[in-house]
């Protein structure tokens, strides 16, 4: 599944942005897609996931960020609100179909969309 990022920006903290990953030529339909982040000199890291109609996150973003999923439109939204400098980082969705224990790891997905740069200015 090819997919595509969208959303990223420069924004104040406290600030919000929408981020959105779409599929193109195939469907969401039967992936887990996650969102996860690199900030530089940093491994990717997971920040986000729904899959079974349950929403995982990674502790730095509860309750800040929210996960959506629209199969009909194909799409997987992220809001984060009360954004934080340390959100800084280039965000990433990507597509695959990991066991539970490996909903966290990078490895699990083997898709993935060009990614969105996100800047939280203090």
């Known amino acids: 599944v090819q997919l595509q990022a969208s959303g990223g920006g420069l924004v104040q903290a406290g600030g919000s942005l929408t981020l959105s990953c779409a599929a193109s030529?195939?469907?969401?339909?039967?992936?887990?897609v996650a969102w996860f982040r690199q900030a530089p000199g940093k491994e990717r890291e997971f920040v986000a996931t729904?899959?079974?109609?349950?929403?995982y996150y990674d502790d730095s973003v509860k309750g800040r960020f929210t996960i959506s999923r629209d199969d009909a439109k194909n799409t997987v939204t992220l809001q984060m609100n009360n954004l934080k400098p340390e959100d800084t980082a280039v965000y990433y969705c990507?597509?695959?179909?990991?066991?539970?224990?490996?909903?966290?790891?990078?490895?699990?997905?083997?898709?993935w969309g060009q990614g969105t740069l996100v800047t939280v200015s203090s």
């Open positions: 990507g597509a695959g179909r990991p066991i539970l224990s490996s909903l966290r790891s990078p490895v699990a997905y083997n898709s």
């Open positions: 030529q195939h469907t969401f339909s039967g992936y887990t």
């Open positions: 729904k899959r079974m109609g349950r929403t």
